[in-house]
T-cell receptor, first 113, second 114 residues
């Protein structure tokens, strides 16, 4: 059974510092990994999707890396801003032949001005 | 473009009551799903649909029913509410691009069962 873990559950950083968010998964046979952002009282918004054949995916200040063999992904957010304060969740398919996703519990980020 | 619309945003029920959470999407997506989010846990799939008239169970289906009579709508019914169903519920619609599924979420319904 695919299990997804995100540590730490929460972190607080001063504005301008780079953010490093971790995601680990138990079954490395995945097609892709997705990172989502959730603002308080809102639904999830997709940030990045990394294919299993890729090692990195970038969008603006966001960079996600994927190491399938070790079951890890890292989301880097450069030069953090107060607007980056949110909960970030990662998700992978439960089994390689299925689209259903297993989600991590998320890391709640606070960027202090 | 409204995307995925969920109603109501908040609901309080008494144990044993029934209710329907509404979900509508205007993106003509084939796939729709319901998740629940509990503190300290990731989203868990309740039910999903791969098209009008086709539904299937997810990870935690007990106590919930769904139907999909149109592409746009995917209501979630709580048959007899229990305190264990206190949670935040999210509806999502999606499309598939090869092995990838692109999900679009509604803003959620916060449900309390007393």
């Amino acid at each position: 059974k695919q299990e997804v873990t995100q540590i730490p559950a929460a972190l607080s950083v001063p504005e301008g510092e780079n953010l490093v968010l971790n995601c680990s998964f138990t079954d490395s046979a995945i097609y892709n990994l997705q990172w989502f952002r959730q603002d308080p009282g809102k639904g999830l918004t997709s940030l990045l999707l990394i294919q299993s054949s890729q090692r990195e995916q970038t969008s603006g200040r966001l960079n996600a890396s994927l190491d399938k063999s070790s079951g890890r992904s890292t989301l880097y957010i450069a030069a953090s801003q107060p607007g980056d304060s949110a909960t970030y969740l990662c998700a992978v398919p439960k089994v390689v032949s299925d689209y259903k996703l297993s989600f991590g519990a998320g890391t709640t980020v606070t960027v202090r001005a | 473009n409204a995307g995925v619309t969920q109603t109501p945003k908040f609901q309080v029920l008494k144990t044993g009551q029934s209710m329907t959470l509404q979900c509508a999407q205007d993106m003509n997506h084939e796939y729709m799903s319901w998740y629940r989010q509990d503190p300290g846990m990731g989203l868990r799939l309740i039910h999903y649909s791969v098209g009008a008239g086709i539904t299937d169970q997810g990870e935690v289906p007990n106590g919930y029913n769904v139907s999909r009579s149109t592409t746009e709508d995917f209501p979630l019914r709580l048959l007899s509410a229990a305190p264990s169903q206190t949670s935040v519920y999210f509806c999502a619609s999606s499309y598939r691009d090869g092995p990838n599924e692109k999900l679009f979420f509604g803003s959620g319904t916060q449900l309390s069962v007393l």
